[in-house]
């Protein structure tokens, strides 16, 4: 079946440092993917999301690109905030309807 | 456009109780997915309705059941409670057009058995 790995955290950076969470899948066909994001106490955002291969999503300054060749779609951003500490959380969805499969989610820490 | 709506956000229940946990999907929005969400578990896909029809469902016991009503609201049901079951309730929806699959979350129901 349809599966994603995370990078396990929590990843814990300064203000202003780069920021890269790795995500790989395994799925068939041609999956969609996505990155979510939690802040504690609430539900989950879509941060960014990507249908195709080499597709490149990107939103408040997070990227992914999707590369099949590798099959990866991992999260970066150039210059980390504070507020950007939350856990986020990589997720597929494959051909079988409208599920989404999730990794187990990164912690990430952003200190001032 | 308001967002996905859950109630309740907490739920306290006994072991061996029922419960029952409600979703308001965004307005147009016709697909209803539901995830539970726990520290070793995960995020798992539970089930998902589109038009009032069950069209996927997870791996989970058959205590946990839901349903789709016509204005697309969702509920979801869960018998004889076993601490196991103590997670947060994820609700998702999503308006499928021209190949965009994008779902949107609700802030979840937090259940704890005791």
């Known amino acids: 079946g349809d599966s994603v790995t995370q990078m396990e955290g929590p990843v814990t950076l300064s203000e202003e440092a780069c920021l890269t969470i790795n995500c790989t899948y395994t799925a068939t066909g041609y999956p969609s993917l996505f990155w979510y994001v939690q802040y504690p106490g609430e539900g989950l955002q879509l941060l960014l999301k990507?249908?195709?291969?080499?597709d490149k999503g990107s939103n408040k300054g997070f990227e992914a690109t999707y590369r099949k060749e590798t099959t990866s779609f991992h999260l970066e951003k150039g210059s980390v905030q504070v507020s950007d500490s939350a856990v986020y959380f990589c997720a597929l969805k494959g051909d079988a309807g409208n599920m989404l499969t999730f990794g187990g989610g990164t912690r990430l820490m952003v200190k001032p | 456009k308001a967002g996905v709506t859950q109630t309740p956000r907490y739920l306290i229940k006994t072991r061996g109780q029922q419960v029952t946990l409600s979703c308001s999907p965004i307005s147009g929005h016709r697909s209803v997915s539901w995830y539970q969400q726990t520290p070793g578990q995960g995020l798992q896909f539970l089930f998902e309705?589109?038009?009032?029809?069950?069209?996927n469902k997870g791996n989970f016991p058959g205590r946990f059941s839901g349903r789709q009503f016509s204005n697309s609201r969702s509920e979801m049901n869960v018998s004889t409670l076993e601490l196991g079951d103590s997670a947060l309730y994820l609700c998702?929806?999503?308006?499928?057009?021209?190949?965009?699959?994008?779902?949107?979350f609700g802030p979840g129901t937090r259940l704890t058995v005791t």
């Open positions: 990507a249908t195709k291969a080499d």
């Open positions: 998702a929806s999503s308006f499928e057009s021209g190949g965009s699959y994008e779902q949107y």
């Open positions: 309705y589109f038009s009032e029809t069950q069209r």
